[in-house]
């Protein structure tokens, strides 16, 4: 069993970076992959980003790419997802997921979710 549990919403501009953090509990989270889906207002939930148990593997979407940068600490429990130049059309709640299988990841389906975050990204 893995509890994900965000923080780092909040409220910013346009061009301005935030860091979402995933705090996870359970005594499987270092063999999880772990990444990142949100979901805008009216819309479905999309993939964001993606990085194996080891850290040495990550995968992006196309439109965060060059701009988002997922990490871990397995230490820690903890994955953490680096925004930068943001742009409103990032504006959404964003999850954190885990899973045993990275190549899933990008379907969805997910073996554990978080409740979410917030972010608003004004123009």
């Known amino acids: 069993q893995v509890q994900l549990v965000e923080s780092g919403g909040g409220l910013v501009q346009a061009g301005d970076s935030l860091r979402l953090s995933c705090a996870a509990s359970?005594?499987?989270?270092?063999?999880?992959?772990m990444g990142w889906f949100r979901q805008a207002p009216g819309k479905e939930r999309d993939f964001v980003a993606v990085i194996s148990w080891s850290g040495d593997m990550t995968y992006y979407a196309d439109s965060v790419k060059g701009r988002f940068f997922i990490s871990r600490d397995n230490a820690k429990n903890t994955v953490s997802l680096q925004m930068n130049s943001l742009k409103p059309e990032d504006t959404a709640v964003y999850y954190c997921?885990?899973?045993?299988?990275?190549?899933?990841?990008?379907?969805?389906?997910?073996?554990?979710w978080g409740k979410g975050t917030l972010v608003t990204v004004s123009s």
């Open positions: 997921a885990a899973d045993p299988s990275y190549r899933n990841f990008p379907r969805g389906g997910m073996d554990y």
């Open positions: 359970g005594r499987f989270f270092s063999s999880y992959s």
